[in-house]
T-cell receptor, first 108, second 114 residues
């Protein structure tokens, strides 16, 4: 089975940094993804990790430790438009298994 | 091609009616996926096509659900005898077979069964 856990909600101030943790236990692993989803919209791809370590893309970074079944998404210099749900997903062959998502609220 | 498109965006139907949704993937993508998302949850895998072949169906896909991709391009998802529990967002995604790690999602069809 697939078990992917992430916090339900997080709140941070504009300009700050927020770290969203994700732990997973899955029957297979071909990579870990982070998606951003604004209310009522489609998930959009943010990052992909297949090897251990940190991947940086602008204000967003993602980290993976396969031995620990752990990933985090780091959002820096938060902006109001970053208020959204952030989905952690594990790829097994071609299927994505998603966590329930973390709703991030950015306050002025 | 601007991305994955889905039609309709919203559908309200009465319990017991049949509904059909359409997904048009990114034109060169040969893999197509259907997911279902309920409020407060992440998307759940329903089924997957490579070209016109349906290669896997989730246990979530009861016999009231059927999906097709007749020419390996667009796909349809039909739900027969809808139930209130079918109310959800139905998301379609597509990818290249050699680039599976990035699935591009459409805007979804929100189904409400009354």
């Amino acid at each position: 089975g697939q078990n992917i856990d992430q916090p339900t909600e997080m709140t941070a101030t504009e300009g700050a940094i927020v770290q969203i943790n994700c732990t997973y236990q899955t029957s297979g692993f071909n990579g870990l993804f982070w998606y951003q989803q604004h209310a009522g919209e489609a998930p959009t791809f943010l990052s992909y990790n297949v090897l251990d370590g940190l991947e940086e893309k602008g204000r967003f970074s993602s980290f993976l430790s396969r031995s620990k079944g752990y990933s985090y998404l780091l959002l820096k210099e938060l902006q109001m438009k970053d208020s959204a749900s952030y989905l952690c997903a594990v790829l097994n062959d071609y299927k994505l298994s998603f966590g329930a998502g973390t709703t991030v609220t950015v306050r002025a | 091609d601007t991305g994955v498109s889905q039609d309709p965006r919203h559908k309200i139907t009465k319990r017991g009616q049949n509904v059909t949704f359409r997904c048009d993937p990114i034109s060169e993508h040969n893999r197509l996926y259907w997911y279902r998302q309920t409020l407060g949850q992440g998307p759940e895998f329903l089924t997957y096509f490579q070209n016109e072949a349906q290669l896997e169906k989730s246990r979530l896909l009861s016999d009231r659900f059927s999906a097709e991709r007749p020419k390996g391009s667009f796909s349809t998802l039909e739900i027969q005898r809808t139930e209130q529990g079918d109310s959800a967002m139905y998301l379609c995604a597509s990818s290249l077979a050699d680039n599976t790690y990035e699935q591009y999602f459409g805007p979804g069809t929100r189904l409400t069964v009354t």
